[in-house]
């Protein structure tokens, strides 16, 4: 049958150009045409020789006898394939774009198949576009007191946005809301889908330039903390806290049937004291969110609410224990628990009804639009719109350090030094003494009142909070240069 495969010892030693020896059969290679050449080396390539013995090696080519049209024999050529030969034959032949579309074909390492017209496990990286620092922002940047370098750094990752630009250098680039285009979609999506925030994966990204890794890293160190995850975990703290002190005051009836001394009070004594430590605890972690969104201003100011109805109650319970331990051990008791209880409940927490906090959301919504016009009055250098927006901001939102911040900025460029000093201080107060941003524009308008040395004294402070910045060390060095002028 033509195209069986046969076995060795049966070819024709005469058609297939081999001639025999006592122990083996040669191949004569002058008897082989470009064809035949070409069909071993694919054999030979392909594996069908090499790790397994030659009693089980494939098949070679056969030449096998076949009639012709003038009726005489002739010499022709036939390949024997096995199945993995078959299959690979006919992975060559296909066409490039069915190729393309059979997804579940296996992709071999060999150089034959990781050919172009495979397509790619991952998409092309998309390049960030970048763009040229604005000259005007710059200038208006370095006017201010700011590096050159840095200037033209941060106008260039914050969009040539003048008032983005100031807080990306002082440090407060989690806290702007201006979106900055060097910044990937892509980058942003992969670190969403790796757990963080999107706004926390954009500030980090814009700080590192764009680099996943390092945003990770920034991340990881707690510079760009997630404020809607903390005040979740806040929260639940505080409920867990209510809890414990539910319990405490519904024991309270049942100490009465006992004899008060100081060995009965104690152990409540103590978990007073822990509670009142961890309320403390938790009343700072929410001194520590400041964040522009307005739902996350919200939420912190009705935790803030919470907080202090818990410890009005936890102070009314400890007033409690104290005028028990006066009582002498011997004596009865002369007030009745019952009533202690009744008192607490009226001072339990104070946490505005839903009109309230549609109210409250409203007033900060019309802050937030104010501050973000009076971003928009300092872009354009207008500094009295500026100011006027920022205060009106501030009679709705008191208690907001970014718009004391911002305000004290505008006044410093309308040379009321005095007004900027107040509010610049005020600033990093609610910030929990730890703005550097505040400390440094507080900096700024003691200068502008010749007070060199307390603004030393303020830009030491936001030195120890962002060490190693060079804007801070710049106006540091001046100041103490001042100083040690002669008068």
Not at 200 to 214: F, V, Y
Not at 389 to 404: F, M, P
């Amino acid at each position: 049958k033509i195209g069986a495969p046969v076995k060795p010892d049966a070819w024709p030693a005469a058609s297939c150009g081999m001639s025999n020896g006592a122990d083996r059969m040669e191949l004569d290679l002058e008897d082989l045409d470009e064809e035949d050449l070409k069909a071993l080396a694919e054999v030979s390539k392909k594996g069908y020789y090499h790790g397994r013995p030659k009693s089980d090696a494939a098949s070679q080519p056969v030449r096998i006898e076949a009639p012709t049209e003038d009726g005489e024999t002739k010499n022709c050529k036939r390949i024997a394939f096995d199945d993995y030969q078959r299959k690979w034959d006919h992975f060559d032949k296909e066409d490039a774009e069915s190729r393309a579309a059979d997804t579940s074909d296996v992709i071999s390492s060999s150089p034959a198949r990781m050919s172009s017209d495979v397509p790619a496990a991952f998409p092309p990286k998309q390049e960030a576009t970048f763009v040229e620092p604005d000259e005007a922002v710059v200038a208006q940047l370095t006017a201010m007191g700011f590096d050159v370098e840095d200037c033209r750094a941060a106008a260039v990752a914050t969009n040539n946005q003048s008032d983005a630009a100031v807080e990306f250098l002082l440090g407060g680039r989690q806290n702007s809301l201006v979106s900055v285009t060097s910044i990937g979609d892509a980058e942003v999506s992969l670190l969403v889908e790796m757990g963080f925030a999107e706004a926390q994966a954009r500030a980090a990204l814009a700080s590192c330039g764009n680099c996943i890794e390092k945003a990770v890293e920034a991340i990881h160190l707690g510079k760009f903390p997630d404020h809607g995850a903390s005040l979740l975990v806040i929260s639940q703290q505080l409920t867990e806290l209510k809890v414990q002190v539910e319990e405490l005051e519904s024991a309270s009836p049942g100490l009465a049937s006992l004899p008060l001394d100081a060995s009965a009070l104690t152990p409540r004594s103590k978990r007073l004291r822990s509670l009142m430590e961890t309320l403390t605890q938790l009343s700072c972690g929410l001194d520590a969110i400041d964040g522009d969104d307005v739902a996350i201003r919200e939420a912190r100011r009705t935790e803030l609410l919470r907080c202090n109805a818990l410890e009005a109650r936890l102070t009314h319970l400890r007033t409690r224990g104290e005028e028990m331990s006066a009582v002498s051990a011997d004596a009865p008791l002369v007030f009745d628990e019952r009533e202690a209880a009744r008192e607490a409940k009226e001072l339990a927490e104070n946490v505005p009804d839903s009109e309230g906090v549609v109210l409250a959301a409203l007033r900060l919504g019309q802050a937030e639009r104010l501050r973000v016009a009076g971003n928009e009055a300092f872009k354009t250098s207008d500094f009295v719109e500026a100011v006027k927006n920022y205060r009106a901001a501030l009679d709705l939102d008191g208690e907001s350090a970014v718009i004391l911040s911002n305000l004290a900025a505008a006044e410093i460029r309308l040379g009321e030094f005095d007004a900027a000093v107040t509010h610049a201080g005020a600033a990093n107060e609610l910030s929990g003494g730890f703005s550097a941003k505040a400390l440094f524009r507080q900096g700024q308008a003691l200068e502008g009142l010749a007070r060199h040395l307390e603004a030393c004294k303020s830009y030491e402070r936001a030195l120890a909070v962002e060490p190693g910045d060079r804007t801070l060390q710049q106006r540091l060095d001046v100041c103490r240069g001042l100083i040690s002028e002669p008068a």
